[in-house]
């Protein structure tokens, strides 16, 4: 993105400041291999550079690879804290794509482990990171909104009439924001996502739909039947992304508690992702997991992919604590390590 545009998002998100609150300002660069490529460079110069010029206006920067080097990855994730990193799963890069699991971790710290992620499918374009990809130079936002559609539907409202609501009411902002600001930035779309932080739990919207605890009977088809209610809903605006129920664990206050309590497990996260869930999403585990269950997730989630037929994405912490302890994860409080086998 060039230094225009980049004021031209810096005067964006002021403007949207003065409506609602916004959370964080955020850039994604083309695919690293192919933009060094054009520049002459090599890759690590490329998100050197670009990581400079982005974090004047941005908190955060994702860098979509083509490629990966283990070694150099960590080594990009310690000079730049504010660095996302994701890479489309392939048969042929998964022994780098488990030294890459190991070694962030553990050379980077286990926050950093947030901050890297695989793609089964090609990354879509959208606000949500690590997996994500540029849709060229342009706008796109999502929405904090779990607890708002809660309570419309306590309030009586029907679950998809809540949605378009809080959508429509966004668009409208994000609107008013770019013709305010005189940017010439186009708005590429909304991701749609319910997703979860802290309290604004996304689990707690789907017992409460449900009437029960999450993964008890009826959890599956309620999911597909919210994710249908967003595929609609995105299907009738200018949408991007995943438009998808999004199951952070050490995002989602609900969810930890689920595990703590032994009532989701590992295997229960897994089982939802054919039903259009996002992906198997901030999972800590032990850092002492053999290898073939890291690879057999990983085949597992690439098959479910095919199944469903759309991008998902997976993003597994190894920590150096064993299942049914707490770890602290930085900004993500206290998290459940889980057991993989389980």
């Known amino acids: 993105m060039s230094r225009l545009r980049l004021d031209d998002l810096r005067r964006v998100a002021g403007e949207l400041s003065r409506r609602v609150e916004v959370w964080s300002v955020r850039v994604v660069a083309p695919v690293v291999e192919e933009a060094a490529g054009v520049f002459g460079v090599k890759p690590a110069r490329f998100v050197e550079e670009f990581y400079e010029e982005a974090v004047r206006v941005a908190g955060y920067v994702a860098f979509p690879l083509g490629g990966l080097d283990a070694a150099?990855?960590?080594?990009?994730?310690?000079?730049?804290?504010?660095?996302?990193?994701?890479?489309?799963?392939?048969?042929?890069?998964?022994?780098?794509?488990?030294?890459?699991?190991?070694?962030?971790?553990?050379?980077?710290?286990?926050?950093?482990?947030?901050?890297?992620?695989?793609?089964?499918?090609?990354?879509?374009?959208?606000?949500?990171?690590?997996?994500?990809?540029?849709?060229?130079?342009?706008?796109?936002?999502?929405?904090?909104y779990a607890s708002h559609v809660r309570g419309e539907v306590s309030r009586g409202a029907a679950l998809p009439e809540a949605l378009r609501g809080a959508a429509l009411e966004a668009?409208?902002?994000?609107?008013?924001?770019?013709?305010?600001?005189?940017s010439q930035v186009p708005l590429i779309g909304l991701d749609l996502s319910l997703s979860p932080w802290g309290e604004d739990s996304v689990a707690m919207l789907v017992e409460e739909l449900l009437g029960m605890p999450l993964m008890s009977p009826g959890?599956?088809?309620?999911?597909?039947a919210?994710?249908?209610?967003?595929?609609?809903?995105?299907?009738?605006?200018?949408?991007?992304?995943?438009?998808?129920?999004?199951?952070p664990v050490a995002e989602d206050e609900r969810l930890k508690e689920l595990v703590r309590l032994g009532q989701?497990?590992?295997?229960?996260?897994?089982?939802?992702?054919?039903?259009?869930?996002a992906g198997l999403d901030m999972v800590l585990i032990p850092s002492t997991v053999d290898d073939r269950v890291l690879r057999g997730v990983m085949r597992d989630l690439y098959s479910l992919h095919l199944?469903?037929?759309?991008?998902?994405?997976?993003?597994?912490?190894?920590?150096?604590?064993?299942?049914?302890?707490?770890v602290e994860l930085g900004e993500f409080g206290k998290t459940p390590v889980m057991d993989p086998l389980q």
């Open 307 to 326: 199944l469903k037929g759309r991008t998902m994405g997976m993003r597994v912490i190894l920590v150096g604590a064993e299942p049914g302890e707490d």
């Open 219 to 224: 959890t599956l088809s309620l999911v597909r």
């Open 72 to 144: 150099l990855l960590v080594d990009l994730m310690e000079s730049f804290e504010g660095a996302y990193f994701s890479v489309e799963y392939r048969e042929d890069r998964v022994g780098e794509i488990v030294r890459a699991l190991r070694e962030v971790p553990e050379r980077a710290g286990w926050v950093a482990g947030s901050r890297f992620a695989v793609s089964f499918g090609r990354p879509p374009v959208t606000p949500y990171f690590p997996v994500t990809r540029s849709g060229g130079e342009g706008l796109t936002a999502s929405l904090l």
């Open 171 to 182: 668009y409208r902002l994000a609107y008013e924001a770019l013709d305010a600001s005189g």
């Open 226 to 247: 919210i994710n249908e209610a967003l595929s609609a809903l995105a299907g009738s605006l200018k949408a991007v992304g995943f438009n998808e129920v999004m199951l």
């Open 264 to 277: 989701l497990r590992f295997r229960d996260l897994v089982s939802l992702t054919p039903l259009c869930v």
